[in-house]
């Protein structure tokens, strides 16, 4: 699986961005995707993610400003960000949560995205 995003850039605070991520290869076993975010000298975080069926997982810092949604057709997971602060300024990375199922074991696999900078910033 690769994940291509798009959407980041300078934002002035208060401001809005559009992130997308676009799935590729044998995207059949996605279960999940969403998107992590990284600031300099910082643990990734959890930002949010969607299941294929719409179930939601929403970091506290993120709730009520950010939505996550999902095109199971086009493999997409888009995250939407309104009223960004200073403190929101990381690299994200768009993450896919791959499962594979076999009559001997169940496989996990996690697949990441280079990351797309935003940066929020007067």
């Known amino acids: 699986v690769q994940l291509v995003e798009s959407g980041g850039g300078l934002v002035q605070p208060g401001g809005s961005l559009k992130l997308s991520c676009e799935a590729f290869?044998?995207?059949?076993?996605?279960?999940?995707m969403g998107w992590y975010r990284q600031d300099q000298g910082k643990e990734r975080e959890l930002v949010a993610s969607?299941?294929?069926?719409?179930?939601?997982n929403v970091a506290d810092s993120a709730n009520g400003r950010f939505t996550i949604s999902i095109d199971n057709a086009k493999n997409t997971v888009y995250l939407q960000m309104n009223s960004l602060k200073p403190g929101d300024t990381a690299v994200y990375h768009c993450?896919?949560?791959?499962?594979?199922?076999?009559?001997?074991?169940?496989?996990?696999?996690?697949?990441w995205g280079q990351g797309t900078q935003v940066t929020v910033s007067s």
């Open positions: 290869g044998r995207t059949t076993n996605i279960e999940t």
């Open positions: 993450n896919a949560k791959v499962v594979v199922y076999t009559i001997e074991r169940t496989t996990h696999f996690d697949y």
């Open positions: 969607i299941t294929r069926g719409g179930s939601t």
